[in-house]
C-alpha cells in the first residue's frame, strides 16, 4: 500500500486493517460474459465475433441478455474480409444464425432460449489479448469476482478478483460499509495510448447503473475507497453528470472531454442535483453512458483512496493512476518491480491513497 507517499507491503487478507476509519468501500457488480464467438462460413473460413455493446431490441445488457429469438450488438469482427454483410454464419446444433448487418453489427436469430444461456453455449470468456492462451476452465470462475452480478462486462474488474468470500464476510463483521455500483467493462480498457498528444486518445463509451441508495450513502460517508478504476471512474462520472444537471444538461453521456470544460462545483451539490433528478423522474437506479479520461491534472472529486492491481505501460489507467497519487506512482511501481511484484489482471494489488 501507499498512503501519502509512504509505502509499505502486507499481504492482502490484511486489506481490513488498512483501511481508513469510517471508509466506504465501493465494488463493481459487473458479471463478465462469455463475449467471444467464434463460427465459421462453408468453406471453413474462421470467424470471430467479439460482442462489444447491445444495440437492439435495447441498449440495457441485462434486458438484452434475458431476450429470445434475435438481438443485435456492435461487434469487433476477426476475419472481417471474409464476412460480406448479409452473408449468414450458421450454428445448426444451436439453430444459431449471425448475420453481418453493418460494418461492425451482428444480428443474431435463434430459438429456444435466452441470448445469456445462448452464450454459454458457444460463447467463451474473453480474457485479455495479453494472456496469450485459450481459455481454461478454471477461468470461468476465476475470471469473475464472487460479487458479480450484473451480465454486461466484456473484461472483470480485475482488483475485485483479491475479494474471497472470506474477506468480504470479513468486512462485513468489521461492519465496513459497502456499496455497489455497475460499470460494464469495455474492450477499450485494453487499448493502449498511440497518440502523442493524450487528449486524442479515442475512448469507449461504457455503460453504468447506480442505485439510489448508494447515492445517498455516498452523501453520508466521510471516505469514499474504490475497489478498481472502473468504479472509480463510474463514481467520478457520477458528479459530472450532477455538473451537468447544474448547467442545465440532462443527458447522462460523460463525455472525455467534460471534466476538463465544464465548470466543477461542490461534491455534495452535484449528488443532490442527481438524486433531484431522479426524484423528477421517479428512479430508484441512473443508468448512462461514460468515457471519461482521467489523467494527471484532473482532481479527484469522490474518491479518497483506491484498490487496484498493477496496470501497463501507456494504459489509460496507468495515467489514472498518476493522476490520483502523483509522482508517488513511480515510487509505487518501482516497489512493486523491485519486490517481483505481479502485473496485470491475474497480479498482485495496493492500496493507494493519497
Known amino acids: 500500500m501507499c498512503r501519502k507517499g509512504e509505502v509499505q507491503h502486507h499481504h492482502f487478507n490484511a486489506i481490513v486493517d488498512q483501511l481508513p ?4 468501500l465501493v465494488f463493481n457488480n ?22 462489444l455493446e447491445p444495440l437492439a431490441p435495447s441498449r440495457v445488457h441485462e434486458e ?13 469482427i476477426g476475419n472481417a474480409k471474409k464476412w460480406k454483410k448479409g452473408v449468414p454464419l450458421v450454428n445448426e446444433s444451436l439453430k444459431l444464425t449471425a448475420i453481418r448487418t453493418g460494418e461492425n453489427e451482428v444480428t443474431f436469430e435463434w430459438e429456444g432460449m435466452t441470448f445469456s444461456e445462448l452464450l454459454e453455449e458457444i460463447g467463451k470468456i474473453p480474457l485479455p489479448p495479453y494472456i496469450q492462451r485459450e481459455i481454461e ?27 474471497t468470500n472470506e474477506i468480504m464476510e470479513e468486512l462485513k463483521a468489521n461492519s465496513i460499509p459497502i456499496q455497489y455500483v455497475t460499470l460494464h467493462v469495455s474492450a477499450g480498457t485494453f487499448q493502449p495510448i498511440k497518440a502523442e ?19 445517498e450513502s455516498l452523501l453520508s460517508s466521510s471516505k469514499t475507497i474504490t475497489v478498481g478504476t472502473t468504479s472509480m471512474r463510474t463514481l467520478e462520472s457520477l458528479y459530472w453528470f450532477g455538473v451537468r444537471l447544474h448547467h442545465k444538461m440532462e443527458n447522462f453521456h460523460i463525455r472525455k472531454e467534460d471534466p476538463y470544460e465544464l465548470p466543477a ?3 455534495n451539490a452535484a449528488l443532490k442535483h442527481v438524486l433531484d433528478y431522479m426524484d423528477r423522474y421517479e428512479l430508484d437506479q441512473l443508468g448512462g453512458q461514460t468515457e471519461i479520461f482521467l489523467y494527471p491534472g484532473y482532481t479527484f472529486k469522490m474518491c479518497d483512496g483506491i484498490i487496484t492491481n498493477f496496470h501497463m505501460p501507456n494504459s489509460t489507467l496507468i495515467l489514472l493512476i498518476a493522476a490520483f497519487i502523483g509522482e508517488d506512482w513511480r515510487k ?23
Not at 460479487?147 to 475479494?163: M, R
Not at 461504457?206 to 441508495?213: G, L
Open 21 to 24: 476509519e469510517g471508509a466506504t
Open 137 to 163: 476452465q478454471e477461468d470461468k470462475e476465476r475470471y469473475q469476482t464472487v460479487y458479480s452480478k450484473l451480465d454486461g462486462a466484456v473484461a472483470a474488474p480485475t482488483a475485485g478478483l483479491h475479494f
Open 197 to 215: 498528444n493524450i487528449t486524442q486518445h479515442p475512448m469507449h463509451n461504457e455503460q453504468v447503473w447506480i442505485q439510489r441508495h448508494t447515492i
Open 265 to 267: 462545483i461542490d461534491r
Open 332 to 354: 509505487v511501481y518501482q516497489e512493486a518491480l523491485d519486490n517481483d511484484y505481479r502485473f496485470l489482471s491475474y497480479g498482485d494489488s495496493s492500496l493507494l491513497i493519497p
Open 30 to 51: 459487473t458479471k463478465v460474459i462469455p463475449a467471444r464467438i467464434v463460427l465459421h462460413k462453408p468453406t471453413g473460413a474462421r470467424i470471430e465475433i467479439f460482442l
Open 64 to 76: 438484452v441478455m434475458i431476450t429470445r429469438n434475435t438481438c443485435t450488438w456492435k461487434c469487433m
